[in-house]
């Protein structure tokens, strides 16, 4: 009998421990829902990066696994729409943030913001921030930027895309990834100077559109 797929709860353990079990999880779903080799391996293969930056995007490992489990659970229902395999990392980071973005949606309808309060403690980008900034004050001032101006320095700093593979992955033109990083930047850089100041909050109604216009 095929074991049943559990959502992932709270982790305990080192970032190993979790890694195994969600990668665990991940191999009961994929054998369950699709048995596929090398869509399977392929999968599991972006796991680890996949959860570095859902826990950065969302700036928590916890909610950022829930996002990765969703993530997984949609790509494997919608395999068919991946129609080139080299792509499979910007597809399935497309997801996750068209994912992410649903539930600050529901979040907000609910009058609930997001809480950063504890980003530093869970947030583990992989690298720490240049000039001797400590890194719970660079989790913080990210947690204060918009999904928009995190996801465009999480595909630079974390992913290390350049221009036209951003343009690519974001449909967008370059000219927009230029200018749309020069500001989070900036964002950043006046967050780690002058203190947290949360940004205004993103404009779901105008995310929405832009995601239904590469649809």
């Excluded at 995007?57 to 829930?66: A, I, K, P, T």
Aim: aromatic share 4%.
């Amino acid at each position: 009998m095929e074991q049943e797929v559990r959502r992932v709860g709270k982790w305990s353990g080192d970032g190993f421990r979790r890694n195994l079990r969600l990668n665990a999880n991940v191999r009961g779903l994929v054998l369950k829902r699709d048995e596929r080799r090398e869509f399977t391996t392929a999968l599991i293969a972006q796991l680890p990066g996949l959860r570095r930056y859902a826990a950065a995007l969302s700036g928590s490992l916890v909610m950022g696994d829930d996002l990765v489990q969703d993530c997984l659970e949609r790509a494997l229902r919608q395999s068919d729409h991946l129609r080139d395999p080299q792509r499979l990392g910007a597809w399935l980071r497309s997801i996750l943030h068209n994912l992410y973005i649903d539930e600050l949606r529901r979040k907000r309808s609910r009058g609930i913001e997001e809480d950063i309060t504890g980003m530093a403690d869970d947030l583990v980008i992989g690298t720490l921030p240049r000039d001797g900034v400590p890194l719970h004050e660079f989790t913080a001032a990210m947690g204060s930027l918009t999904a928009e101006h995190r996801q465009i320095l999480l595909l630079v700093g974390v992913e290390g895309l350049n221009y036209r593979q951003i343009a690519e992955e974001l449909q967008i033109p370059i000219g927009t990834v230029m200018s749309r990083l020069a500001r989070a930047r900036e964002r950043l850089r006046n967050a780690l100077e002058n203190g947290l100041e949360r940004e205004p909050a993103d404009n779901v109604a105008s995310l929405d559109a832009r995601r239904k216009m590469k649809q």
